[in-house]
C-alpha cells in the first residue's frame, strides 16, 4: 500500500492530537482527581500510537505506548498524578512533536527516547520513589506488547480458541549476520502457512519482504499442531537463531478486549445520543486506506436529528491557486470597469456593475476562505507559559479572550515567533516571583491576559500582565548610556516615548540576561516583524501595577487598499494603511535644513522625500514644479512627506511577489497588475522612515 498519499493526513492529525493532549495534561494539572481528562488523554495517545503504527513511525508508536501504560493506572486508580509523573508525560509530548515535526521536515521521525521511556516505565513499576512497587497484569508476556490488532482480527482469534483451534503469539529472530534476511523470513512464513493461518504480522508481510525490519519480526498464528512441532518446523529453517513461541488463550485475550469493549460502550453513548449514523471508532492501528471519523463531527440538532459535519480540510496550495485565480479576475473587473466608461453604453455598463457586484461578494468569500482563528497560534502558549513559570519558580495564569478571532492565513503564519518573544518577557521580567508580589500585597499567582480583537480592518492582539511594569528613569537611563537620546531629549519625552525606547535595537534594561529573555532584548526585531506584517506595535506601562503590549495587525495581505500615484510615466501604489493625508505644497514651502529637505506640517516640521529620486525615475523633474503633490505616511510615530507627480486615485489590489530573482529591493515590497496591463511597484512606506 503507497502511504505517502496519507502522509499530510497523518500530520494534521497528529497535531490535533498533539494539541489535545496539551491542553487536556493542562486541564489535569488543574484537577488531578478529574478521571474524565484522564479518559480523554487515554483515547488521544491510544489514537496517536495506530496512526503511528499504520504509517510505520515506530518509534511515535513505541512512546506512545509507553504513556498508555501510565495512563492506563491513572484511569483504573492504580495511580495517582503527581509532579514527577505530569513533568515525564509533558517532555514526552515534546518529544512526540519533534518527531512529527521531523516526519513535516521530510524525515523519519526517528528519534533516540530512551531516557523518557526508562521514566515511563519506572513509573509503572513504582521504582520512580521509595514504597511498593505498583504491578500491574499484562496479558501476553512482555515480547507480545509490540503487537496490537483491529476488530476484526481479535474476533478471529476470538473464534478460533472458541472453535479449539490453537493461538500462538510467535516472535522470531534471524542470525546476525544473515545475508538474505527476507528470504529466511519467506521460508519461515511459508513452512508456518502449511500448518495453519497467520493473522497479523509486526512488521507487515510486504516489510518483511523488503528487508524493511532488523533482526525479528512477531505474528499471531492459528493452528491445530502443537507448540513444540510449530518450533522444530521453524527452526528447521537455515539461520533462524530463535523462535518464542507463547499459547494465547482465552484469559490472555482480556487485554486485547479492553479496547474493544471500550468501543462497544463509546457507540452505546453515542447511539443513545441520538447519532443514527455511528462513526467508526479506529481500534489499535486503523487502517490507512479508511481515514478516521471524528466522533465529535456528528452532533444532534435542536430537534434531536443528527447533523452530518459541515467542515472539510483543504489544502493550502488550493486555496492559494484560487486567490491567484481570483487576483486575475479582479485585474480583468478594473480593465472592464474603464473599457465600460470610455464606451458609455448602458447595457454595457450594467452588466459591468452587476459583474463588480458579484465579483466583491466573491472576494469576501475568497477572503474568509483564507482566514484563521488565531486560536492555531494561541493554542501553544498555556504550555509554554506553564514550562516557563516553573523553571523560574513563578505561578503565573495565562488568560485567553477572543481566541476565535480570525486573521489570514498568511499573517497567522508569521505572528507566532513575535507573541511568544512578548509572552517569555511577561513571565520572566514582567511578572515578580513569588516573594515579590507577597512583600508589596500582591496575590502570590501573577495574571498575563493574552487578548485578540477585531477593530475595522485590523486585528488587535494584546499581552498585558499585572507584574511590576516598566519605570521611566531606569529606561532613559539606559537609553542615555547607549546614546539612543540626549539629556536634554530625554526631558522632553512622555511617558509613552520612553516606553517606546524598549524597541531600539540591542535596548535591554535587565540587570542579568537570561536565557529566556531581557525586558528589550529582541523587541526591535518583534518590532521589525510586525511591521513587515504592515502593523505596528505600542507599549504602555504604570508602574508597580504591570505593562500592556499592543500589537495591531491587518487583516489580510493579499488584497490591500492602496493609493495609486504617477511619478512621470511609471505607477505605483502606496498602501492606504500608511497614509495620513494627501496635500499640495507650493515650492517655496519647502526648506533645507542641513542638506536635508523638510516642510512645515501641522505645526511641527517633517521629512521630504523625493520619490523620483529615490527611484530614479528618468523623465521626471521635479524641478520645474512650482506645485508639486505630496503623501504624508507615518510609521509609527514618525512621519515623512513623499513627493510625487500625479494622484491616479483609490483602488483595491492585488499584492503579488517580484519573485526569486528580485528579492531585498529597497522600500519596495511588491507589486500588482492595473486594469490597463501596466505594473506598478507597490511602496514599503516603513522602509522609508528611519
Known amino acids: 500500500m503507497e502511504l505517502s498519499q496519507y502522509l499530510s493526513m497523518f500530520i494534521d492529525e497528529s497535531k490535533e492530537h498533539l494539541q489535545s493532549l496539551n491542553e487536556n495534561l493542562l486541564n489535569l494539572e488543574s484537577n488531578p482527581k478529574d478521571i474524565s481528562i484522564v479518559h480523554n488523554i487515554f483515547r488521544?495517545?491510544?489514537?496517536?500510537?495506530?496512526m503511528s503504527a499504520t504509517m510505520g513511525f515506530e518509534d511515535i508508536a513505541a512512546l506512545t505506548h509507553d504513556m498508555e501504560n501510565v495512563l492506563d493506572l491513572v484511569r483504573n486508580s492504580k495511580l495517582d498524578m503527581d509532579p514527577y509523573i505530569f513533568d515525564c508525560i509533558f517532555k514526552s509530548l515534546d518529544s512526540l512533536e519533534s518527531m512529527v515535526e521531523d516526519i513535516i521536515q521530510g524525515g523519519t521521525g526517528k528519534a533516540d527516547v530512551s531516557p523518557i521511556v526508562t521514566s515511563l516505565r519506572s513509573i509503572v513499576t513504582g521504582d520512580y520513589k521509595k514504597g511498593p512497587a505498583i504491578t500491574t497484569t499484562v496479558a501476553v508476556k512482555e515480547p507480545a506488547k509490540g503487537i496490537?490488532?483491529?476488530?476484526?482480527?481479535?474476533?478471529?482469534l476470538q473464534q478460533s480458541i472458541d472453535s479449539g483451534f490453537l493461538v500462538f503469539y510467535i516472535e522470531v529472530s534471524v542470525n546476525e549476520n544473515c545475508v538474505l534476511k527476507a528470504a529466511r523470513a519467506y521460508m519461515v512464513f511459508d513452512a508456518m502457512e502449511r500448518m495453519g493461518e497467520i493473522i497479523k504480522s509486526t512488521p507487515s508481510v510486504q516489510e518483511i519482504e523488503?528487508?524493511?525490519?532488523d533482526r525479528s519480526f512477531s505474528l499471531y498464528f492459528i493452528s491445530k499442531v502443537d507448540q513444540a512441532t510449530l518450533e522444530k518446523e521453524i527452526l528447521n529453517v537455515s539461520e533462524i537463531a530463535s523462535a518464542v513461541i507463547i499459547t494465547v488463550d482465552t484469559e490472555s485475550l482480556a487485554e486485547l478486549s479492553r479496547p474493544i469493549a471500550e468501543i462497544e460502550t463509546a457507540r452505546k453513548e453515542i447511539a443513545a445520543a441520538g447519532v443514527t449514523a455511528v462513526p467508526t471508532i479506529e481500534v489499535a492501528a486503523p487502517k490507512a486506506s479508511e481515514p478516521a471519523v471524528n466522533a465529535g463531527a456528528a452532533k444532534p440538532a435542536a430537534g434531536g436529528a443528527p447533523v452530518a459535519s459541515r467542515t472539510i480540510r483543504v489544502d493550502i496550495e488550493r486555496l492559494d491557486t484560487l486567490m491567484n485565480l481570483f487576483s486575475e479576475l479582479l485585474i480583468d473587473r478594473v480593465r472592464l470597469e474603464q473599457l465600460a466608461s470610455e464606451v458609455k453604453r448602458n447595457d454595457l455598463t450594467e452588466t459591468v456593475e452587476h459583474m463588480s457586484r458579484v465579483s466583491s461578494d466573491l472576494q469576501n468569500i475568497v477572503l474568509k476562505l483564507?482566514?484563521?482563528?488565531?486560536?492555531?497560534?494561541?493554542?501553544?502558549?498555556?504550555?509554554?507559559?506553564?514550562?516557563?513559570?516553573k523553571s523560574l519558580d513563578k505561578k503565573v495564569d495565562l488568560v485567553i479572550t477572543g481566541a476565535d478571532t480570525e486573521l489570514d492565513r498568511t499573517v497567522i503564519d508569521e505572528i507566532g515567533d513575535p507573541l511568544v518573544h512578548l509572552l517569555r518577557n511577561a513571565v520572566d521580567h514582567g511578572i515578580e516571583s513569588i516573594s515579590e508580589r507577597v512583600a508589596v500585597g500582591k496575590h502570590e499567582q501573577g495574571t498575563i491576559q493574552l487578548r485578540a480583537f477585531h477593530s475595522g480592518n485590523h486585528v488587535f492582539i494584546e499581552i498585558e500582565e499585572d507584574g511590576k511594569g516598566i519605570y521611566r528613569d531606569k529606561v532613559l537611563k539606559t537609553a542615555l548610556k547607549n546614546g539612543l537620546v540626549t539629556a536634554e531629549q530625554a526631558a522632553k519625552l512622555t511617558d509613552h516615548e520612553v516606553y517606546n525606547l524598549l524597541f531600539a535595537s540591542g535596548f535591554s534594561t535587565a540587570e542579568k540576561i537570561s536565557d529566556i529573555s531581557g525586558r528589550g532584548v529582541g523587541l526591535d526585531v518583534v518590532k521589525t516583524k510586525i511591521q513587515?506584517?504592515?502593523?505596528?506595535?505600542?507599549?504602555?506601562?504604570?508602574?508597580?501595577?504591570?505593562?500592556?503590549?499592543?500589537?495591531?495587525?491587518?487583516?489580510?495581505?493579499?488584497?490591500?487598499?492602496?493609493?495609486?500615484?504617477?511619478?512621470?510615466?511609471?505607477?505605483?501604489?502606496?498602501?492606504?494603511?500608511?497614509?495620513?493625508?494627501?496635500?499640495?505644497?507650493?515650492?517655496s514651502q519647502i526648506r533645507n535644513i542641513q542638506g536635508t529637505k523638510m516642510i512645515d506640517y501641522r505645526k511641527t516640521v517633517i521629512p521630504l522625500l523625493s520619490l523620483s529620486t529615490l527611484f530614479q525615475v528618468p523623465d521626471f523633474n521635479e524641478d520645474l514644479e512650482e506645485e508639486t503633490e505630496i503623501v504624508v505616511v507615518r510609521k509609527g510615530d514618525k512621519q515623512v512627506a513623499l513627493m510625487v507627480d500625479e494622484f491616479i486615485g483609490q483602488q483595491e489590489i492585488v499584492l503579488k511577489t517580484l519573485g526569486k530573482y528580485l528579492t531585498g529591493i529597497f522600500a519596495i515590497s511588491g507589486a500588482t497588475i492595473l486594469g490597463d496591463g501596466q505594473v506598478a511597484l507597490i511602496i514599503d512606506p516603513n522602509a522609508l522612515i528611519k
Open 44 to 50: 488521544s495517545a491510544h489514537t496517536l500510537k495506530g
Open 148 to 156: 496490537e490488532v483491529d476488530e476484526f482480527q481479535y474476533s478471529i
Open 210 to 213: 523488503q528487508e524493511k525490519f
Open 370 to 389: 483564507r482566514m484563521v482563528p488565531v486560536d492555531s497560534v494561541f493554542n501553544r502558549f498555556p504550555r509554554m507559559i506553564r514550562d516557563l513559570a
Open 532 to 587: 513587515m506584517l504592515g502593523g505596528h506595535v505600542q507599549v504602555d506601562s504604570k508602574p508597580g501595577f504591570g505593562s500592556k503590549f499592543s500589537v495591531q495587525l491587518p487583516l489580510t495581505l493579499s488584497i490591500i487598499s492602496a493609493m495609486l500615484v504617477r511619478l512621470g510615466s511609471e505607477k505605483y501604489a502606496i498602501p492606504l494603511s500608511s497614509i495620513v493625508e494627501t496635500s499640495a505644497i507650493q515650492k
